[in-house]
């Protein structure tokens, strides 16, 4: 069993920065990957970032490419997505998601077993 908890969530304006974490605990296979997805009132949820332990590749929708940024602390079994230049259409409920192995489909949700509970994102224009 895995678990997931997020944090950093909050409120910030248009422009403006956060810092989510993902922190992983459990039964943690050493080549695993992680991915962050959101999630919008009335809207499915969406593929964000995606991260592999085992050669730290990445992967970015292309709504985030450039202005979102993910990495790990291997050694804290954390995850991170650093997003900047934030806009409202950003504000959404964040979750990170864990998979065994590399990634084959990486933003896509389906393909993950655990997920954490949330953390709520909210940019105002």
């Known amino acids: 069993e895995v678990q997931l908890v997020e944090s950093g969530g909050g409120l910030v304006q248009a422009g403006g920065s956060l810092r989510l974490s993902c922190s992983v605990s459990?039964?943690?296979?050493?080549?695993?990957?992680i991915g962050w997805f959101r999630q919008a009132p009335g809207k499915e949820r969406e593929g964000v970032s995606c991260?592999?332990?085992?050669?730290?590749?990445?992967y970015y929708s292309d709504s985030v490419k450039g202005r979102f940024t993910i990495s790990s602390d291997n050694a804290k079994n954390t995850v991170f997505l650093q997003m900047n230049s934030l806009k409202p259409e950003d504000t959404a409920v964040y979750y990170c998601?864990?998979?065994?192995?590399?990634?084959?489909?990486?933003?896509?949700?389906?393909?993950?077993?655990?997920w954490g509970q949330g953390t709520q994102v909210t940019v105002s224009s």
């Open positions: 459990g039964f943690i296979f050493g080549d695993h990957h």
């Open positions: 998601a864990y998979q065994v192995g590399q990634p084959v489909l990486p933003l896509f949700d389906r393909a993950y077993d655990y």
């Open positions: 991260i592999s332990s085992s050669d730290g590749s990445t």
